[in-house]
């Protein structure tokens, strides 16, 4: 099936209908009589406020619906907020010390992140191409998680 883009949005849509409506307006007034000029103003001028509120009731709806879909913006985690100790259960810190002492070693965040990863189900080659960790660690870190079962035993 072919998806065929909208050529014309809801904005333009609306502005030609205001459009059409305000020239009808204008005929109708042109052409009755001054004395019904008054009424037909009046009746017009109500019907165009109840379209505006109306118009601004869906505009309102619209937008709210719009909104409810976007995840909220909270100030992102820092640090170890990110990993709790729940989530950390089972980590296998022994076998992963050698690459996080001395002087090269690498940041603990990132071996707590192939852990989450590895409890979700990637695997060894995913995570070393994403997170740039030691194959070694990475396959140590891919056991400890499927023996424990998951993220957090």
């Not at 809801?10 to 042109?30: C, I, K, N, S, T």
């Not at 619906?65 to 089972?90: D, I, K, V």
């Not at 010390?97 to 002087?103: A, H, T």
């Not at 192939?114 to 056991?143: N, S, Y």
Request: aromatic fraction near 8%; include cysteine.
């Amino acid at each position: 099936m072919r998806i065929v883009p909208r050529r014309w949005n809801a904005e333009v849509m609306a502005m030609v209908a205001v459009l059409v409506v305000a020239g009808a307006e204008l005929l109708v007034l042109v052409l009755a009589t001054p004395g019904q000029r008054p009424v037909i103003s009046g009746v017009l001028l109500g019907s165009a406020a109840a379209v505006l509120v109306v118009f601004g009731e869906v505009w309102h709806v619209l937008r709210r619906r719009g909104r409810r879909g976007r995840l909220p913006r909270h100030p992102r985690p820092s640090g170890e907020a990110w990993f709790s100790a729940e989530a950390l259960e089972g980590f296998p810190a022994d076998g992963v010390r050698r690459w996080l002492v001395g002087p090269d070693a690498l940041d603990p965040n990132r071996f707590y992140a192939a852990w989450m990863l590895a409890g979700h189900g990637r695997d060894v080659r995913w995570i070393v191409r994403h997170l740039d960790l030691p194959e070694e660690a990475v396959r140590l870190l891919v056991e400890a998680a499927r023996e424990c079962g998951g993220a957090g035993c």
